[in-house]
């Protein structure tokens, strides 16, 4: 009895062994590692609506570039930090004061690879002759893995980063949401060993909040109401002792819907 | 008390040749299509370096035995014990002397190869000398076609090797049990075994405690000359393989063992996890067997396991020798309950279970034999009876067979249908590959797209491994490795979970989303690549 019973059991498999090799996979096992990331961010952009097949192919097989900012901002919002760096400023906080950071343009982009963290955009601020001191708007990879396009700025000594962006103009009369998302790379942070990185925020050059990242935060959210409009963003990124702070941010200023 | 076992009769003798003959065939003609992991291609390098220094031991011996020369050569992956890195070498000089094998890739193989052969064949003249001619082949071909297994057998690295020394150390340790010439069989085999891997750590105390049962029931022969013979023979194997060991015996032993016990946690996926710190989750070899093994094998394994273990309770002629398979087939999986126990490659690292797992499949397969009801479906004649048998183990083995072959170049991306096969596995987030190993597996598409060379970002695969396949001409040899990602042509990223940074690293240099060619298997992507039309140079 029990030889029949495994025989069933070889019939079946060899059943199922035709299934995979003639079936249809699945979606989920056709996308690419980095897709079902980008698919799993809950605020993710607006085809994440669309059914998976769907996705599939419009990563895959799409007749125009998909940029990383298409792709991984989500909505529509007013205004988005990573979209004003050109015009933003830099500086490096010193004990003699603060120090410019020159924004360059077609600068080399070094490195690469497993554990090299978020790679430098060509167009940057630079920070020193250190390859890492460097501010900009690139992808970085969070404790979930998942990916931000985010505007990395880490301090690699105790020196606070400071930068400071405009709002325009046109937005300025309406009521808005400040949404202030950031991570930290994730090898930095999953060992969960690191000390937290302070940010403070101003708003039109009035102090608005402290908040920290701690390890295990992942990629974290903060809002704020806006009652009254600013005219800048300032973000001060302090590193509170710990090597290897790959603190990377971003804001969106969204309007509020009206009840 | 314990069956003597019974002398090889010629029959059996071919047999395993035979079988062995079958498997380095099989495997030296599928081995071209697989490509160089990582880790191969450091031993590859090893063995130039050993055999450089096997060359010089023959033309100047007084120099080569200085201590800076076996320094200088021997502290190369000297995180390894050198038996098998050794082979490897002396088939490399056989390689640069007469060109015997074609390739540096296939002679640094061909040692592998042919201890998983001999591995084979020895489950087969164990099963038959233990129990039956029917549990020496179902078992000997179950080992066959395990596809990871199987898979893994091709690579000169240490993971199917050390599982065929387990085996041959086991076997003479349960011939030493009746017959005192075995005895320094085992100690020389044994020592060889540690001088393989340190997996070997793990056999001791499964003898030791399977020869406190055995002489517990077995009052005239109490004498531990086997393990007399692993103190002094094979430790002296152990320390004349080495010659690192002799020079600074006790400080390297002692970096030796440190290095391992407190190894670096590497990165690996389970159930949708990216884990890379213990404690890992207990049920990972348990599953990751049961998701690696041809399903109708896994059934047959389990079946013989459990008969194993009820007849190792047993006092009669083969509990001794089933008690002895049950350890060695339980222990290299109970190891990873330990909290500390690093999980790298996953099902390679309980290879050494495997023939011993066979060897209760293939006394399942006996058992289940022995107790159907074939004769009215086959006749009562005795010819009828084994054509029978023969088609009965045929449809066992078909699945495993099938699987076998169609893994063959994506071995490490092989699933069973429990898990639904390599699409199901992704499904639930297991491993899809590791080691870098598709680079040969692009060589089409890298001809098409840079039909006048330029540069690669390789990914997880070496730079060694890379010379090596243009060195055979399987790759183009106008295609160079890129020092920075953006300056590559090309971009590869492996599709393991901790490997999505560099997907996004791509996604900034070339400022768009989309693959240019996706490397699958069964559908589902192992290798993707990125095409950068502004390459940085």
């Known amino acids: ?259 | 008390m314990m069956q003597a076992p019974v002398s090889t009769t010629r029959e059996q003798w071919l047999s395993a040749l035979g079988l062995v003959l079958l498997t380095v065939v099989l495997l030296v003609s599928t081995h071209s299509a697989i490509g160089i992991p990582r880790d191969e291609s450091f031993y590859i390098e090893a063995a130039r370096v050993y055999g450089r220094w096997f060359a010089l031991l023959f033309n100047q011996p007084t120099q080569a035995l200085s201590d800076a020369a076996i320094v200088h050569s021997w502290s190369f992956n000297s995180e390894h014990p050198p038996f098998v890195k050794s082979l490897f070498a002396w088939c490399w000089l056989i390689e640069a002397r007469w060109h015997v094998f074609g390739s540096e890739r296939l002679a640094c193989r061909f040692a592998p190869m042919v201890l998983h052969s001999v591995a084979v064949g020895l489950v087969y003249l164990w099963g038959t000398q233990s129990q039956c001619r029917r549990v020496g082949w179902f078992a000997a071909l179950f080992y066959l076609l395990l596809p990871r297994v199987f898979y893994h057998a091709h690579l000169a690295c240490f993971d199917v090797p050390i599982a065929s020394m387990v085996l041959i150390s086991a076997y003479a340790y349960w011939r030493s049990l009746t017959r005192t010439r075995w005895v320094w069989c085992f100690g020389i085999v044994f020592g060889l075994t540690l001088a393989t891997k340190h997996n070997s750590w793990l056999v001791p105390p499964v003898l030791m405690v399977h020869w406190l049962i055995w002489a517990r029931h077995t009052p005239t022969t109490r004498r531990a000359n086997w393990f007399w013979s692993m103190l002094i023979v094979s430790v002296c194997v152990f320390y004349l393989s080495w010659p690192l060991l002799w020079v600074r015996p006790i400080e390297h032993l002692r970096w030796y063992a440190r290095f391992h016990m407190q190894h670096e946690y590497y990165n690996m996926a389970y159930w949708g996890v990216n884990y890379f710190k213990p404690p890992f989750p207990k049920s990972y070899p348990w599953v990751m067997t049961g998701f690696t093994v041809p399903m109708t094998s896994l059934a047959l394994g389990v079946m013989g396991l459990i008969y194993a273990i009820r007849r190792s309770v047993r006092v009669d002629a083969h509990a001794s020798t089933f008690a002895l398979w049950t350890g060695l087939a339980l222990v290299p999986l109970l190891v990873y309950l330990l909290p500390h126990t690093p999980i790298f490659g996953g099902t390679k690292h309980w290879f050494p279970a495997y023939p011993f797992f066979s060897l209760c499949a293939g006394s399942a397969f006996d058992r289940l034999c022995a107790r159907a009801a074939l004769g009215p479906w086959v006749g009562a004649l005795e010819h009828r009876r084994k054509v029978g048998l023969a088609l009965a183990a045929g449809l066992l083995l078909l699945p495993a067979s099938i699987e076998t072959w169609r893994g063959r170049r994506f071995g490490l991306s092989y699933y069973n249908a429990l898990a639904g096969g390599t699409r199901g596995a992704a499904d639930k987030g297991m491993n899809r590959t590791f080691w870098g190993v598709h680079a040969v597996n692009l060589a089409p598409y890298l001809r098409r797209r840079l039909p006048l060379g330029g540069r690669i970002w390789l990914g997880d695969t070496t730079q060694q491994a890379w010379q090596l396949l243009q060195a055979e001409g399987l790759v183009p040899r106008t295609i160079i490795p890129a020092g920075n990602l953006a300056d590559a042509d090309v971009i590869l990223v492996d599709e393991e979970h901790h490997f999505a940074e560099v997907h996004y690293q791509a996604w900034q240099v070339i400022g768009d989303t989309r693959p240019d060619h996706v490397l699958t298997f069964d559908g589902v992507p192992i290798v993707t690549v990125y095409f950068n039309p502004h390459p940085q140079r």
């Open chain 1, 1 to 259: 009895m029990a030889l029949w019973i495994v025989a069933l059991v070889a019939l079946l498999e060899l059943g199922l062994l035709a299934k995979q090799s003639f079936g249809v996979p699945s979606e989920a096992s056709l996308r690419h590692r980095a897709q079902e990331m980008v698919a799993q961010i809950p605020d993710g952009p607006a085809w994440q609506n669309m059914p998976r097949w769907q996705q599939t192919l419009t990563l895959s097989y799409a007749d125009q570039a998909i940029t990383p900012s298409r792709l991984l901002d989500s909505g529509r919002p007013l205004w988005r930090a990573s979209d004003s760096i050109v015009g933003a400023q830099v500086w490096q906080i010193t004990a003699e004061g603060p120090m410019a950071c020159p924004w360059q343009t077609q600068q080399a982009v070094l490195g690469g690879g497993l554990g090299f963290g978020a790679l430098a955009p060509t167009s940057r601020f630079v920070c020193g002759a250190h390859p890492a001191a460097w501010v900009g708007t690139t992808i970085e990879e969070d404790v979930t893995l998942r990916p931000r396009h985010c505007i990395h700025q880490q301090p690699l000594d105790s020196r606070p980063l400071r930068m400071q962006v405009s709002l325009p103009a046109p937005i300025a009369h309406k009521a808005t949401t400040l949404t202030f998302g950031a991570t930290l790379y994730y090898e930095d942070e999953r060992q969960r060993t690191g000390a937290p990185v302070r940010i403070d925020l101003a708003l039109s050059g009035r102090p608005h909040a402290q908040i920290h990242h701690r390890d295990g935060d992942g990629y974290r959210v903060w809002r704020w109401h806006l009652k009254s409009m600013p005219s800048t963003l300032d973000v001060t990124v302090t590193n509170m002792g710990a090597p290897r702070r790959s603190f990377c941010w971003n804001a969106t200023l969204d309007e509020e819907v009206q009840p």
